[in-house]
């Protein structure tokens, strides 16, 4: 019962699509990221060197490295640099800390109830701009729900948000209340994938918990906790939904980052040649900063 | 891990009490945002603050989805959520097939499979500059395609990546088999490895939905009338120098959570699976 | 129904080589097994015939068609997969059936054909099954259903047994010899496993670093090894591999042993192989003893006693009778059978004729 597959060898055009498969499957997608990384790599590049005219009938002229020696002397920019910088360390490293306990807990304590887990997920899955909101009405000094609880503990109310030493900070509150919850999932997964035969033997020479942790599982979850920072440190740089809409980078640019800078300079200033100066420099730090993360921590393999 | 030693009681306790704070801490500002959303204008002001809504209304969706554009924003939402999430997944699974398979001369795989990475960490406010005046040139502000396009971008690098880390996980015999069965290598993908990659299809897929219903910075930029803004855009849009109409946001605001609410759900299996080999693999 | 040729057939991963100037012919209707250690190259030769690697340089004949830049499924050529490589979305009948779906056969000839096959290998109550629910064996089988269920030219077998339990493997292997005589295909099959090599094979092809060492039957290949490779490999326990240095036809080794009549053999590195079963044990202060030392271990295998024996550095296994009795460091005289010993070159490692 032999059973014939049609034409011996197949046709020509079979024969061509199979053997360029590799590269027509890769294709598409390199087509789309390349129009869309390259074509604005390049402009941005050309456009810091120039200074364009706000009226587009004149020509741009060229800048040289005007547009990046400004980043020098730009008070502003070192304000936004700061804020980027003090946002992402608090934020993030609270985010882990805090992420990193819940998932132990839970890990140990609460191993099933999978609907709980996804509870406390939640929030990083929902949209920024309704967390905003969310958190601009519990920060709302007449009538939020922050200073009812200050009042009844006997505390001074704070205009939270609209204060110039606490609007960082409760931006900060808001962006650990959304993203502790990503820390928690990628430790809990890390958690899970710990294999059990190390513990047993610790267990065995008499390590202690606190010893086990230090010894066992913080080692085997680095590369977890490695790909979650730079991930998380990645979004933190880029900030922008949420201090658009919670402080609007105020008070007195208190928590105004490189993300609202650049905003503003392109939109409200109408400087597009700085504004592409200064995202050079982001892209440049960002790039360089994570390339060297990642060869740190050999993630590359 | 069922090895570590049973704790003694106060641990445990201790434990369960964290637990239950970050679970109230977790839900309590979505409950917030829900209760307020339901409320009248001067119970919303109320000093002290009405935990419960005394006179629960339905004043404000109707002011955000009938008298308001709201409901557009939400339909814009939907349409590029979901055509972007396509895009992105069928081109992220092709190529991310093609990298988890093929050879390539030389390093290229590697340097490619980076590359794509490495579009990823590019902050948007770097590109959306360009893509702003490239958009504009082609008449295509305000337009749901140019949304579309500046998602596709954002969101390929990680659909391809994912898709890689999943077909990298199946065993190429099974195509092999396939192919000596009688298929071509694309009919072994399609066949084959299409199918068993399913869940990570659907993990993928309902991360691409997530980040492009919620994106804001983006839409804010490309987009400056009502018929082709988003969700996040009008509720931002509210938020105005004089005045903010809490009422109003927070109906939007909370319409904007429930269909991830739902979603994360109904999907929870996939996600906690998504999430965790996405982010471990890279 | 078709023979496969190799000529002069290279395979190169970057500039590793795995395969290099391979020249075979499996006849039709036989039965060739590849025998090597794993990364000798077995598996890539197999694999290029199937399609799955491509061939760097050299031509691969299948029924007199040069199929280099064929695809595999023109090839006509089934495979089995050590790790069987079923589909697991699939059901055991939709497995089987793969093939014929492909080739859009009817559904009714399909549904009768897998009917037919599955009845052969012993699985026709379980085809509603997913691959999962089976057990190493049913998934063997099933494995096996899918190949011969349309009677290709060639048979490709990846050690398809070497995930079964040692009892299994040894009633599949006779099923499989039995099948392959029924169905009179041509068949390669790779393994590491030298016994399935001995008992399956019409001829057996020695693979070692990308090139065949010695290709022939198996008793060729056990009672005469052309390299030293190809004794030490063969034989379970393995051949005895003596160092030390002939001269005129007396070999002498460190340990002790002594062994004349080599003919006019002379090498100052030379190694003596013996197989167990050709060395004997000789009352005390017999003229046959070629060495005494002292007893290492003694296992009983229920048919036979290994006694090893430790002379110098080296370890010699012995298999003597069953009834054989000796302690821990017993002194013993053992005798090699006469025409029983192969001589070889260390440096060479071919074997020196004598």
């Not at chain 2, 590109?127 to 998602?151: E, Q, R």
């Not at chain 3, 070692?208 to 030490?232: H, S």
């Amino acid at each position: 019962m032999t059973v014939s597959i049609g034409a011996k060898f197949g046709n020509s055009f079979e024969r061509w699509f199979e053997r360029h498969l590799r590269v027509l499957m890769l294709a598409p997608a390199m087509l789309v990221l390349l129009t869309l990384t390259i074509f604005p790599s390049i402009y941005m590049i050309i456009a810091a060197a120039t200074r364009i005219s706000p009226n587009p009938d004149l020509p741009w002229q060229f800048a040289g490295a005007d547009n990046f020696l400004r980043l020098l002397t730009d008070e502003q920019f070192h304000v936004g640099l700061w804020n980027t910088m003090v946002f992402t360390v608090f934020a993030v490293g609270t985010e882990f800390l805090l992420g990193l306990g819940l998932a132990l807990l839970l890990d140990r304590y609460i191993r099933r109830l999978n609907f709980l887990k996804t509870i406390l997920m939640l929030p990083m899955m929902l949209p920024p701009v309704a967390v905003a909101i969310t958190w601009k009405l519990i920060y709302e000094p007449q009538f939020g729900v922050l200073n009812e609880i200050m009042f009844r503990l006997g505390l001074p109310l704070q205009a939270w948000a609209g204060d110039v030493r606490l609007a960082m900070f409760s931006v900060i509150v808001a962006d650990v209340w959304q993203w502790t919850p990503f820390m928690f999932l990628l430790m809990l997964a890390g958690l899970a994938s710990l294999p059990d035969e190390p513990y047993e033997a610790a267990a065995i020479d008499g390590a202690s918990a606190w010893r086990q942790f230090w010894d066992l599982t913080l080692p085997f979850l680095k590369p977890v906790i490695a790909i979650a920072l730079l991930l998380r440190i990645m979004d933190a740089l880029r900030l922008f939904d949420l201090v658009f809409i919670l402080t609007g980078g105020g008070p007195a640019d208190r928590t105004k980052t490189l993300s609202l800078y650049i905003y503003q300079v392109a939109y409200r200033f109408a400087d597009p040649s700085y504004a592409a100066a200064i995202s050079l420099f982001v892209l440049f730090t960002t790039v360089a900063f994570s390339t060297w993360f990642i060869k740190r921590m050999r993630l590359a393999d | 891990m069922a090895h570590r030693r049973k704790s003694i009681g106060i641990q445990r306790i201790a434990a369960y009490a964290t637990i239950a704070v970050a679970l109230v801490v977790t839900l309590f500002p979505v409950y917030w945002i829900a209760a307020n959303s339901f409320k009248y204008d001067i119970d919303i002001f109320s000093i002290p603050p009405q935990w419960i809504p005394a006179n629960p209304t339905s004043k404000h969706y109707h002011a955000a989805f009938v008298e308001r554009p709201f409901l557009i924003y939400a339909l814009n939402s939907l349409i590029i959520a979901v055509s972007t999430t396509l895009v992105s997944v069928v081109f992220g699974s092709l190529a991310g097939y093609a990298l988890a398979r093929f050879q390539y001369p030389g390093r290229w795989r590697y340097q490619i499979s980076f590359w794509i990475l490495s579009t990823r960490m590019m902050p948007p406010i770097v590109t959306i500059i360009p893509l702003y005046i490239a958009f504009n040139h082609l008449g295509m502000l305000n337009t749901k395609p140019a949304v579309i396009i500046a998602y596709t971008a954002f969101n390929l690098p990680f659909a391809t990546w994912m898709m890689k880390s999943y077909f990298q996980d199946l065993p190429v015999e099974l195509e092999e088999a396939a192919m000596v069965d009688g298929d071509t290598r694309w009919g072994a993908f399609l066949h084959v490895a299409l199918p068993l990659a399913r869940p990570g299809l659907a993990a993928t897929a309902i991360f691409c939905l997530i980040i492009s219903w919620n994106e804001f910075l983006l839409a804010l930029i490309l987009t400056l009338t009502e018929r082709s803004q988003t969700l996040p855009i009008g509720i931002a849009g509210r938020v105005t120098q004089y005045n903010t109409y809490w009422g109003e946001i927070s109906a939007a605001g909370f319409t904007a959570c429930i269909p991830i609410m739902i979603f994360a759900f109904v999907v929870q299996k996939h996600l906690v699976r998504g999430i965790s080999f996405g982010a471990v693999k890279g | 129904m078709a023979s496969v040729v190799f000529q002069d057939v290279v395979k190169k991963f970057g500039t590793f080589t795995a395969v290099s100037d391979l020249n075979l012919e499996v006849r039709d209707k036989e039965f060739l097994v590849l025998l090597g250690p794993s990364g000798c190259g077995k598996t890539t030769t197999m694999r290029m015939v199937a399609g799955l690697e491509e061939v760097t340089a050299g031509e691969i004949f299948i029924g007199g068609d040069r199929v280099n830049d064929v695809l595999p499924k023109y090839r006509d050529v089934a495979m089995v997969f050590q790790s069987y490589a079923l589909y697991p979305h699939l059901s055991v009948a939709d497995n089987i059936g793969y093939p014929l779906k492909i080739r859009k056969v009817p559904q009714d000839k399909q549904r009768q054909m897998v009917m037919e096959v599955a009845r052969r290998v012993e699985l026709d109550g379980l085809l509603d099954r997913l691959p999962k629910q089976l057990s190493g064996g049913q998934r063997q089988r099933v494995a096996l259903a899918r190949a011969i269920i349309r009677t290709p030219k060639v048979f490709l077998m990846d050690e398809p047994l070497s995930n079964l339990d040692a009892k299994l493997r040894v009633q599949m292997r006779a099923e499989l010899k039995h099948l392959q005589h029924e169905l009179q295909v041509t068949t390669i099959y790779v393994t590491h496993d030298q016994i399935e090599a001995m008992t399956l094979a019409h001829r057996v092809a020695v693979m070692n670093k990308g090139v065949i060492e010695q290709l022939g039957t198996p008793r060729q290949i056990y009672n005469d090894p052309r390299t030293l490779f190809v004794a030490g490999f063969i034989g379970s326990p393995p051949m005895n591999l003596i160092d030390g240095e002939v001269k005129d036809g007396v070999f002498t080794s460190l340990g002790g042993v002594r062994v004349d009549g080599l003919g006019s053999a002379n090498a100052a590195s030379a190694v003596l192989g013996v197989r167990p079963e050709d060395i004997h044990v000789l009352p005390a202060g017999s003229e046959k003893t070629n060495v005494m030392a002292p007893i290492y271990s003694v296992e009983l295998t229920g048919e036979s006693t290994l006694v090893t024996l430790r002379a110098g550095a080296a370890l010699l296994t012995v298999r003597a009778d069953k009834n054989f009795v000796g302690d821990f460091d017993q002194m013993v005289e053992i005798g090699f059978a006469p025409g029983r010993v192969f001589l070889f070159d260390r440096q060479s490692q071919d074997r020196v004729d004598f």
